[in-house]
DNA sequence: TCAAAAGTGTTATCATTACACCCATGG
DNA sequence: CCATGGGTGTAATGATAACACTTTTGA
């Protein structure tokens, strides 16, 4: 059943980059083995075709969800390719996004039709098809420019954390050897979006106190302080 | 002659934001007035099909010089937009861009197929077919946070230009009724990528010292503060 | 000599950094 | 009672905000 136009078009495609965190604070990306070619045997982005009535986000959800059985993640959209040689079938268009996945919350089970499916760390990285190496750094630059700014660490980590478990996550995300725990702590308890649920338990050590990231706060906070924030103007933060 | 395939394919598109400063300081954006269905008479950004052996980028540029003559502006890809129902022709993926253009250095010029163009300020904006009116506005908010954080003001400016008409760029973009002089002096000079260059000459006050933006100092300083920035980790902004 | 806009001095307050130290738990 | 993280006190330094003042020009 062929589908024909006047003039030629690009087919498109999203490719996700999934980010989780493992059991050792690593963090990790979500690759397919690819069964087919272009680049079979190779590895790559989970990703496919749009369908016609499907907006785009959809399309990145559905194939989220076909490749790791996931929903309800965090989602967004990061950069659209369309280098015309970046795909060997022809021209394809490819809308990126990135998600947050917590891992203790979603494990990860087999694809639905068998395909090999891996999570990788960012320096351990097997050679990608297609464009999916830049695709990937886009991403990764992304996490790190945002995370600075916005509260979306915390879709990586389960509901409740320790205040260590969140610093490590901004070493890891950053890329960074360490960070000063008492002004960390001073930080992130300043901003006063964290929410006292607990103690760990059975600990060899002093039992860390268990946080939740209170959303609610925080969207009241960032309304509040909008206002200023463009009254104080300019940052460049160069 | 008509095209093939096997599954049916979206159409692509690129759209334009372009952003100039009138010579009142208005921050404004060209708009074109459509003569075709949909939306025959009414305004909506430039934009047009990507050609198939055309990366996107290339196609807003094109699409803006067709327009408007102009060359050499800055652009930057904004988002992609792709509601299925975006388009009464049916299911059209658009690719938006946003650029900053120096209205000084780019008089606008008649677009080569007589279409009506104009440039509007974001208060008397007309009525837009399609969804461009989400998309500038998402265009306005890119341009509102980057300028916080990346010097791309200096886009819309000529080349050299006084404190006070940084100033007043900024509370412009910003939308914000003024910023502290003092402040904002000490603030964007201590940055140190801002080059004395001169003197007004003619004018019925004291005559304000010229800058020039100093982009190789920028980019050494970006890059010297990265590792800093790193480190210092999390600012959360809210 | 006046209007208009450019440009500067200063201070109180707040945020950031850096370093050293104490605390609670299980083994 | 020790190893292991969790958690805190504090002081020096630097950034920010706020306000009022002086300077230079053309008309």
Redesign the pocket.
Known sequence: MPYTYEYPRPALTVDCVIFGLDESQELKVLLIQRDQEPFAGKWALPGGFVEMDEPLEQAALRELEEETGMREVFIEQLYTFGAPERDPRGRVVSVAYYALVNLSAHPVQAASDARKVAWYGLNELPRLGFDHRQILQAAVDRLRAKVRYQPIGFELLPEQF???QLQRLYETILGVEEL????F???ILKMGVLEEVGKQ?????????LYRFNKEKYEQLAREKYDDLLR?GL?FDI
Chains 1, 2 share one sequence.
């Open positions: 320790t205040l260590s000063n725990k008492r002004n702590r001073t930080r338990e059975g600990v060899a050590h002093r039992p860390a106190k104080r940052d």
